[in-house]
């Protein structure tokens, strides 16, 4: 299985950014976003199920939206009205068995991204 995670950047407060990952040789049933900032422990950001269900962290609900494309095994979060605390290393993850879906838990994870960094400043 590969994991190529790609989209990170640096972006002003309030602006906008979308992050890729794909997972090639995998059929995805449960993917998911987490994030770490600094000093901080990893946290979870958002995830999805295959067949849609999504569930997202309270710091990010009404500003990101997690995505998939499942014909690629692509997952994508869409990031909107970034603040400086959305800065962070951020990493996809994937499980290719169903079930407790979508989750918040790292260990519910098999396959993990090598991390892409956002950084939200003026």
């Known amino acids: 299985v590969q994991v190529t995670e790609s989209g990170g950047g640096e972006v002003q407060p309030g602006g906008s950014l979308r992050l890729s990952c794909t997972f090639s040789?995998?059929?995805?049933?449960?993917m998911g976003w987490f994030r770490q900032a600094p000093g901080k422990e990893r946290e979870a950001v958002a995830s999805i199920e295959r067949y849609g269900a999504t569930t997202y962290a309270d710091s990010v609900k009404g500003r990101f939206t997690i995505s998939q494309d499942n014909a690629k095994n692509t997952l994508f979060l869409h990031m909107n009205s970034l603040k400086p605390e959305d800065t962070a290393m951020y990493y996809c993850?994937?499980?290719?068995?169903?079930?407790?879906?979508?989750?918040?838990?790292?260990?519910?994870?098999?396959?993990w991204g090598q991390g892409t960094q956002v950084t939200v400043s003026s």
């Open positions: 040789g995998l059929t995805t049933y449960c």
């Open positions: 993850a994937a499980s290719e068995y169903g079930g407790s879906c979508p989750s918040i838990y790292e260990s519910r994870y098999e396959y």
